[in-house]
């Protein structure tokens, strides 16, 4: 008999699809991007007893609430082009130890390599799902997602106004992603700080931009994550095109929001709601100014 093997799992097997369709869309230069999906016991318990090597790797902080919880995680330094040429390489399987202080290397990354360098954020953002009332969000996902970069570098950065742009950027939006984009200040990448920051964001909001760089989704399914993201992206092309058409003329008006909602039975984060419109941020080179016209309640 064939000796059971994790890449023929469905869980490896979702992994490989969903890090090609994220290569394939353009999020993913180089070793760009991350992923962690959290298994069960089911999931893992057929192969634990062929996992007979493991390494031992301490975390930077300790995460709370994930003692002995699995995730399959995507390869630092990982290309996703690659993942599913050479899945061991570039995925592998972490269980978090006692007291989560350190992560046990299960399977994968190669022979000398670990999990992504933005792990903080990644187990910082399940422990506070793990953490909630409902089902647990099981995928973090982070990308860099071109059109919505280039958008941090002109919307004013607020979660409000970057929700508010995106909702009125496809009709889709406000029902996909009721409780907005979170909105982080540039940070550096890696560290704690900033994964305590992006959990926080994720607490109330399915996404959090990173400006300059990239977002984060949490999901409870891989499809969810990526649809997520895939939706934002849309929207963030779709207002891309518009900025550089000189601005909208006519856009979704608050009350087209008001009644999406109410029919389909979604609560619009409200300050996203209040705002009536969103706006750019001023040029440096523009004289100061009071407050900025607002796109879209203008327009109407
Ligand atoms: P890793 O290769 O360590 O996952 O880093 C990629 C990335 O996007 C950092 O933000
Ligand atoms: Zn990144």
Redesign the pocket.
Known sequence: MDSLRVEQSWFVADMIRVTTDMWQKGW?E?????VSLRLTKDDVAPYLKTWNKTRILKLTEPVEGLDGECFLV?????YFRNVEREPEQNLGIIRVLPRGEAVEILWGFGKDGG?????PAHLKSHSASQARAGAPKRVVM???ATNLVSLSYVLELTSANITRALWEGSTECLVVFPDGIGTLEWMV??TDSIGDATAALLAHHPLAL?PF??VFAAGTTLNEAFGLIDTVEKSSELLVKIISMGGPHQTISTQNLIDLARHFGVTPMPSALAQNGWRVAPHPTEKPRKEAALFGAGVR
């Open positions: 993913d180089r070793n760009g991007g991350n995507t390869g630092t330094g990982a999990p992504t360098s933005e792990l982070h990308c860099h990448p890696g990173w760089h990239g």
